[in-house]
């Protein structure tokens, strides 16, 4: 369970009871006569410091608005319908116009502390040494961790979970946790608490989490998230990526503890998220990027950019001018990096991925090979990126890894259909029942009963639909079994061009340039 230093745990309570008679809104607090101040200690006075000095950074920070793209600064502030674009004129307006609401927001802040406060004294008193094993078996320590939802009704908790008004939340955290073991007990009893679906990883290094439901269950799950000692110094806001969607896409929940928040397949210890490449956020990113687009000669450039997702995911969608791996897991790159580690030398990495939790220990694992002159990925991933730069430099649909597959930000189509070559990219299963391959198939080709990745799959479910009894089929087809593990890129690599794009190849073999024909397969049976 979180845990803190004796001294903190100790006066907490005492802090908060200290100003819980006192009216928070008095100018006498917020300037403390000083008699008050007498008959407050050093650890109190520094307590209320804190919980004003967060209540008003939190007000701030529900003033920004993004800065315009031309402006070196990311963001501008809007407030009484003014717009301020320094943070000394936010912070002089918010100081003096807006004092009772500071006042409002730091009472919240001191209740926080108040519930932290009883929550660290329970478990305290449970067990000295071991608060969190101690925790993990009696259900009621987890139960201290779950919103109070007794004022809301079943009904309003759960409408909304579909597609149209629901949402998916998508996040990850870094950090070291003591009891994977408890944190995987409580995320089990908090979601199943407020109805989400969908998958949490849960290690020593940290928690990755992508849940959906109701807005209002998505809303709540972010605050207790936020609230949580063992995530607040490291979580915020921000950090939660939102997109339409909700319980509906996700077949169940899935909570579990794994050696890897992400499978990466290389041990923590050996490379650790505390080292990874420096971060840019989407405005830096997009400067960078749209500087490489510049250059004249893009091949004998210093920079590469460089997809850290698998062949499937930037078929559908890239950024222009990367370079996309062809390969089927991200366990596979550090393998990648290895094999074709004389392309990245005296290079300046720029890498991202979906939400950047793969850069975090895929930017770390390359910065330890010593190659690169900089090693650089793209802050809160490809999804916060489209949030600023919808019409940026990324085209095409973002792949996600539940029921929708995608989600669109802009109208760009990159990908192919398999089989006639129109433009199509929205993926489907493979019709063949033991093959799990993701094929581009559009309405027409459909219509027309091609429906699987390719002739093998095809000629497997053709067979299967004239004799239904006979299942004994091996999973495997043209598209996994001809593929190059890991591939090894042309040191003069041909990379995706920043304009014009082309169409990629037809099967499933990944972002591959180069003119490929389209499947030629049999007309299928009508029986």
């Known amino acids: 369970m979180p845990s803190s230093s004796p001294d903190q745990e100790d006066d907490l309570e005492a802090c908060v009871l200290r100003f819980s008679d006192l009216d928070l809104k008095s100018t006498s607090l917020i300037n403390p006569s000083s008699s008050l101040k007498a008959e407050l200690d050093i650890s109190t006075k520094k307590k209320y410091s804190f919980a004003k000095k967060k209540a008003f950074a939190l007000l701030v920070k529900t003033k920004e608005v ?9 963001k501008w502030w809007k407030c009484c319908q003014q717009l301020f674009t320094d943070q000394t004129s936010i912070h002089r307006h918010v100081a003096t116009q807006h004092a009772d609401e500071i006042c409002q927001e730091t ?35 987890v139960s201290a961790w779950l919103p109070d939802i007794s004022c809301i009704s079943p009904d309003e908790l759960i409408s909304g979970q579909d597609s149209d008004d629901g949402e998916v939340l998508l996040y990850y955290c870094y950090c070291d946790l003591e009891d994977p073991a408890w944190i995987c007990a409580w995320q089990t009893a908090l979601c199943q608490h407020l109805h989400l679906t969908g998958k949490v990883r849960i290690a020593t290094e940290g928690i990755n989490g992508t849940v959906g439901g109701s807005k209002l269950a998505t809303r709540l799950y972010v605050e207790i998230m936020l609230s949580c000692p063992m995530f607040k110094d490291y979580l915020c806001k921000d950090d939660f990526k939102t997109s339409k969607g909700g319980a509906c ?3 169940e929940l899935r909570v579990g503890v794994f050696e890897e928040i992400v499978p990466m397949g290389i041990s923590p210890k050996k490379v650790s998220y505390k080292k990874p490449g420096i971060h840019l956020s989407p405005g830096e990113f997009h400067k960078e990027v749209e500087k490489y687009l510049s250059q004249a000669n893009q091949e004998q450039s210093d920079t590469i950019l460089l997809d850290c997702r698998n062949f499937y995911e930037s078929k559908i969608g890239r950024f222009q001018g990367c370079l996309a791996p062809d390969i089927r897991k991200f366990s596979y790159f550090p393998s990648y990096v290895d094999k074709n ?12 991925c979906t939400g950047g939790i793969r850069c975090e220990r895929g930017s770390a694992y390359l910065k330890a090979k010593g190659v690169c002159k900089e090693v650089f990925q793209l802050k809160g991933g490809i999804h916060k990126y489209l949030e600023e730069f919808p019409d940026g430099f990324y085209k095409g ?7 929708r597959y995608a989600l669109s930000f802009n109208s760009d189509i990159v990908s192919d259909c398999s089989y006639c070559g129109a433009p199509w990219d929205q993926y ?16 027409t080709c459909q219509g027309q009963g091609f429906t699987a990745c390719c002739v093998t799959c095809q000629d497997k479910g053709s067979r299967q639909a004239a004799n239904p009894g006979h299942s004994s089929f091996k999973e495997e087809c043209e598209c996994t079994a001809r593929r190059p593990r890991v591939p090894r890129e042309p040191l003069q690599r041909e990379r995706i061009p920043s304009s014009a794009e082309p169409r990629l190849s037809v099967d499933e073999d990944g972002p591959c340039l180069g003119e490929r024909p389209r499947l030629d397969l049999p007309k299928p049976s009508q029986s």
């Open 66 to 74: 993004p800065a315009p793209p031309f402006e070196c600064k990311e």
């Open 107 to 141: 009472v919240l802040v001191l209740k926080q502390l108040a519930a932290t406060s009883s929550t660290f004294k329970s478990l305290k008193s449970t067990d000295q040494r071991h608060p969190v094993q101690e925790a993990l078996t009696h259900n009621h320590k």
């Open 249 to 251: 896409c996700f077949p």
């Open 341 to 352: 580690l004389e392309l990245f030398k005296e290079k300046r990495v720029l890498m991202y």
């Open 397 to 403: 649909k973002l792949f996600v890894f539940d029921e």
């Open 428 to 443: 489907r299963l493979c019709s063949t029942p033991q093959c799990r391959q993701l094929v581009l198939t559009c309405p």
